[in-house]
């Protein structure tokens, strides 16, 4: 088989979530094991950093990936879904799997493959703690797929376990309850390993404090240690946030290359990490913090975070999906100045379309579209929600039909903002970008 081939009998034969939804999703770990397992337990063979979380994981473990390799590390990096290319999941300082590396893998262990029937994410994780293994890295930033005690990611042992925040998403399948999320969530904290919680919450402190407390691991809670604002923001593609340590008087400024206003958040998780990362031996200089921060697109290729595809008209795109993702892109929207906003809008069909929708502006005009995955929100169905919130548009049965007239009907000084879903953003990022 060649690459193309490789990943098409990958999505044929592997049931995979991002596709297909709950059916996709295999809630025990067996599998995993029993791949690690054939393949000498690689994910034993180098230091991990894990991340869990409903928001944020993706620009954590991105933040993460790009200031331990501007610090001289060897830094391998597993995060999902991919926007363009399956490979985007599997990194090494910056640098894709190889295709030929993708193909020989499955070539190789087909028939195990085969026997064992893996969902898509399973076997994706372990050829990660494969590549990684044979490549001699210093350290990979592991994110979770979905929750974090069932995920096939479970299986390391890392130096430190990350855990963003709590809110609303896949409740069908981790529970209708902050706190039954954030129990799934704290899963992913092992015996004596420190965790770092970014968001403090009322209805979750305790039960990562009871879950740290029962495992003897030392807990952090990121916005209670650290404060932050934001000083400047839409300079050419940078913001700049100002971070106070608590008690210390500590007071010291970040360059991003991250325009979200939501990566306030994500740069205080990411310094309480790093200020437990120096008890394992991964040392981080202030100064290598900050080139990390400056350039984490470019030194880890990160895309759809607030990314901006084109001026005159602006137009943004993010991957935000769920209530809070959206609620924060709603505010950012409503703090910039345009002469009138144009929505290019999809969702998938598991989610809370109601309480997501609460969220978006009044005042823009949408376009309403599906992604070309089995889990797409039809778009008319999409329209009908909307206008009972009062939310006006057309719709359009593709991405790039919705994005083509959005282009067609925009000024210069209007606003172009296109997602709802990774998908979605997968799918405009093309129409843009020369791939």
């Known amino acids: 088989m060649n690459y193309r081939e490789t990943i098409d009998y990958?999505?044929?034969?592997?049931?995979?979530?991002?596709?297909?939804?709950?059916?996709?999703?295999?809630?025990?770990?067996?599998?995993?094991?029993?791949?690690?397992?054939?393949?000498?337990?690689?994910?034993?063979?180098?230091?991990?950093?894990?991340?869990a979380g409903t928001n944020g994981k993706g620009s954590v473990c991105h933040m993460l990936a790009s200031v331990l390799q501007h610090a001289g590390y060897k830094t391998g990096l597993f995060t999902s879904p991919h926007l363009l290319d399956f490979r985007e999941r599997i990194k090494i300082n910056g640098e894709m799997v190889s295709e030929d590396y993708v193909t020989s893998f499955i070539e190789k262990h087909r028939k195990f493959i085969e026997k064992i029937n893996p969902s898509f994410f399973e076997l994706t994780t372990i050829m990660a703690f494969k590549y990684f293994a044979e490549n001699n890295i210093d350290v990979a930033v592991i994110e979770t797929g979905l929750g974090g005690r069932l995920d096939s990611t479970n299986i390391i042992n890392p130096e430190v376990s990350v855990i963003t925040n709590i809110s609303f998403d896949h409740t069908d399948i981790l529970g209708n309850t902050l706190a039954e999320i954030a129990g799934e969530k704290a899963g992913i904290i092992k015996q004596n390993v420190p965790v770092v919680i970014g968001e403090s919450h009322s209805k979750t402190?305790?039960?990562?404090?009871?879950?740290?407390?029962?495992?003897?691991?030392?807990?952090?809670?990121?916005?209670?240690?650290?404060?932050?604002?934001?000083?400047?923001?839409?300079?050419?593609?940078?913001?700049?946030?100002r971070v106070t340590k608590t008690g210390f008087g500590f007071s010291r400024s970040y360059e991003l290359d991250l325009l979200?206003?939501?990566?306030?958040?994500?740069l205080l998780?990411?310094?309480?990490?790093?200020?437990?990362?120096?008890?394992?031996?991964?040392?981080?200089?202030?100064?290598?913090?900050?080139?990390?921060?400056?350039?984490?697109?470019?030194t880890t290729g990160l895309m759809g975070r607030w990314q901006i595809l084109g001026h005159k008209p602006l137009i943004i795109a993010d991957t935000g999906h769920n209530e809070e993702g959206l609620k924060a892109t709603s505010q950012?929207?409503?703090?910039?100045?345009?002469?009138?906003?144009?929505?290019?809008?999809?969702?998938?069909?598991?989610?809370?379309?109601?309480?997501v929708l609460f969220f978006l502006p009044g005042n823009a005009v949408y376009y309403f579209t599906k992604a070309n995955i089995p889990r797409a929100l039809n778009e008319i169905d999409l329209l009908n929600e909307a206008q009972k919130m009062g939310l006006k548009g057309s719709t359009y049965t593709s991405v790039e039909d919705a994005i083509k007239e959005a282009m067609g009907r925009a000024t210069s000084d209007d606003c172009i903002y296109i997602g709802g879903s990774t998908f979605i953003v997968g799918e405009a990022l093309p129409v843009f970008l020369k791939v």
């Open 269 to 298: 998780t990411l310094l309480a990490t790093i200020d437990i990362l120096g008890d394992s031996g991964l040392k981080i200089k202030d100064k290598v913090i900050e080139s990390g921060l400056r350039n984490i697109t470019g």
């Open 332 to 355: 950012q929207l409503g703090q910039m100045k345009y002469k009138n906003l144009h929505i290019v809008f999809g969702m998938v069909k598991d989610k809370d379309v109601k309480k």
């Open 205 to 241: 402190r305790n039960v990562f404090i009871n879950k740290a407390s029962f495992n003897h691991s030392q807990i952090i809670f990121a916005d209670e240690n650290y404060s932050s604002e934001i000083l400047l923001n839409n300079l050419p593609e940078k913001q700049i946030i």
């Open 10 to 51: 990958m999505y044929k034969q592997l049931p995979m979530f991002h596709r297909e939804g709950k059916l996709a999703y295999k809630a025990y770990l067996d599998n995993i094991i029993q791949l690690a397992a054939v393949l000498n337990n690689p994910e034993k063979n180098f230091k991990s950093i894990h991340v």
């Open 260 to 266: 979200g206003h939501y990566q306030q958040k994500n």
